[in-house]
């Protein structure tokens, strides 16, 4: 069983650029295709970001591309997400979660979470 933590939140301005890490503990890690979701108050976890096991292939919300980069180093047991040119409707609790689903959108479809990473954008 996989536990993930993340870490790297916090406040910023718009236009400003966080770094989250998700560490995670377990065997599974390197073979697991992993992914970033975030949930705004009163919304529903909405997909961000996921990449494979290989990090070789990584996918992303429309709402995201080309300002966040999903990343993972293996040997370190841990996933990244770069976050540039953010926004104030970027503001979110951003959670890791691990999938048995290569690039999967579906946050039904993820198995494990962590306990997310506050992340707030000031106008």
């Known amino acids: 069983q996989v536990q993930l933590v993340e870490s790297g939140g916090g406040l910023v301005q718009a236009g400003g650029s966080l770094r989250l890490s998700c560490a995670a503990s377990?065997?599974?890690?390197?073979?697991?295709?992993m992914g970033w979701f975030r949930q705004a108050p009163g919304k529903e976890r909405e997909f961000v970001a996921a990449?494979?096991?290989?990090?070789?292939?990584?996918n992303y919300a429309d709402s995201v591309k080309g300002r966040f980069t999903i990343s993972r180093n293996n040997a370190k047991n841990t996933v990244y997400l770069q976050m540039n040119s953010l926004k104030p409707e970027d503001t979110a609790i951003y959670y890791c979660?691990?999938?048995?689903?290569?690039?999967?959108?579906?946050?039904?479809?993820?198995?494990?979470w962590g306990q997310g990473t506050q992340v707030t954008v000031s106008s």
């Open positions: 979660g691990k999938s048995n689903v290569p690039l999967s959108k579906n946050r039904d479809e993820y198995r494990s």
């Open positions: 377990g065997r599974s890690f390197s073979t697991s295709p």
């Open positions: 990449i494979s096991w290989s990090g070789g292939s990584t």
